[in-house]
């Protein structure tokens, strides 16, 4: 076993013989870990440790139902543990007050009780709702996240940020509840469309950006055609929790501003994402635009050198994002100024500095607009 180095707030551990990294997150009311492991004796190990039941409830969408449910089913009844299941449908879609409603009474009738724990197992869509479910349901019971996208592998399973859509947007309704623990496997990539491979691969990106240039390095080297092999799945994965985790322990329910730095590029994603409706762009994909963005608006708010725009560039080039867009830099910039974040006549972003460093600015708007115009050419 060798002992890692970062990050300061979170413990971890690093088995190179069985690949076994565990991130401990210890937060105010709660404190658990995130296991990256193959193996699915870390899962059960996890399982004896944190829960004391023999009832699950295993929430997932189409997709998975119909390529992992079995497997993973087949593994908790081996155990002779009880096994219910509920499935929702797939995609954004899935986020509703419909699917909420429909798990309550699902819940009821296979007779899911106050001891019994959810096991959310899906992406970042089946584990909002059933995050949400379990904080709700008999006012709270545990819960599990086992992800299956590299989105919720790096990103949505750390947190304990739960919620659902409602018709007048996203994510209105929500709580955060923390899970009991989270088991990433990264083998469920195996089937996970190259498409939805590159939206996790930008949030992985991000944290590089703003937090590690050795990181950055790593990735850059890593990259390529065929985006990265599996062997640096777990690596990339390990990594990117450990920051995920890190900035949660210190802003846990987003009151501090640190949680701020993991905006980067999301100002002007959400933009866009506004604007086409979230119909043309994945989130990830939305967010590698609106990181060149945010480092050509360093450039011209003079906080970054050509060279780190450039090394940004390369990077998402190297794993192929469309960085070239038409689109109207007005209606951009009037989205952006909706954003939460902007106040008067300056809208508050991230921008970088060095890869590794940001800094947050107000920046005025016609610096803003002509840091458009010129990334919209
Ligand atoms: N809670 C948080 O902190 C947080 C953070 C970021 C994003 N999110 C939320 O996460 C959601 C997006 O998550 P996502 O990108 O994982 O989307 P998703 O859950 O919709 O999954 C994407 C698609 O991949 C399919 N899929 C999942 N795993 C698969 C696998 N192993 N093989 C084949 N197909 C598979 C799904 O069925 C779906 O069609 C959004 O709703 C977003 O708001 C939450």
């Known amino acids: ?31 658990y870990d995130i296991i990256v492991s193959q193996s699915e004796n870390d899962f059960f190990a996890s399982l004896k440790k944190t829960i004391i039941t023999n009832t699950f409830f295993v929430i997932t969408d189409e997709n998975i139902e119909r390529l992992h449910l079995e497997y993973f089913t087949n593994l908790l009844k081996q155990k002779s543990y009880n096994v219910r299941v509920s499935t929702i449908p797939a995609g ?24 019994s724990c959810v096991i959310a197992l899906g992406g970042g869509v089946v584990g909002d709702v059933a995050g949400f479910f379990a904080a709700t349901y008999m006012r709270g019971i545990n819960y599990v996240q086992v992800p299956t996208t590299l989105l919720a592998m790096t990103d949505s399973s750390v947190g304990g940020k739960t919620a659902i859509n409602t018709r007048d947007g996203k994510n209105i309704a929500g709580v955060f509840y923390q899970p009991n623990f989270v088991w990433i496997n990264s083998s469920f990539l195996n089937t996970l469309p190259k498409r939805h491979i590159k939206n996790g691969l930008a949030e992985v990106i991000k944290y590089a950006l703003v937090f590690d240039k050795k990181f950055y390095d790593y990735l850059s080297n890593t990259i390529n055609n065929e985006l990265i092999s599996s062997k640096d799945f777990n690596y990339i994965i390990y990594k990117s929790c450990s920051y995920k985790a890190k900035v949660v322990e210190k802003d846990e329910k987003e009151t501090t501003g640190l949680r701020a730095v993991l905006n980067f590029g999301h100002t002007f994603a959400h933009a866009l994402e506004t604007l086409t409706k979230y119909r043309k762009f994945l989130h990830g994909e939305a967010v590698a635009m609106g990181m060149l963005f945010a480092a050509e608006l360093s450039l011209v708010s003079k906080t970054c050198r050509l060279e780190t725009y450039k090394e940004i560039e390369s990077l998402l080039k190297k794993a192929d994002f469309i960085l070239n867009l038409k689109i109207n830099e007005q209606r951009l910039l009037t989205l952006m100024k909706k954003d939460k974040k902007s106040i008067d006549k300056n809208i508050k972003f991230v921008l970088i500095r060095n890869i590794g460093k940001t800094v947050n600015a107000h920046v005025k708007d016609n610096l803003v607009l002509y840091a458009l115009k010129k990334f919209l050419r």
């Open 1 to 31: 076993m060798v002992v890692g180095s970062i990050p300061t707030a979170a413990i971890f551990w690093f088995d190179y013989e069985i690949m076994k990294q565990v991130i401990s997150i210890n937060l105010k009311v709660s404190k």
């Open 92 to 115: 954004e879609i899935g986020k509703s007050i419909k699917s909420l409603s429909i798990l309550y009474t699902k819940a009821l009738e296979v007779g899911i009780d106050r001891k």
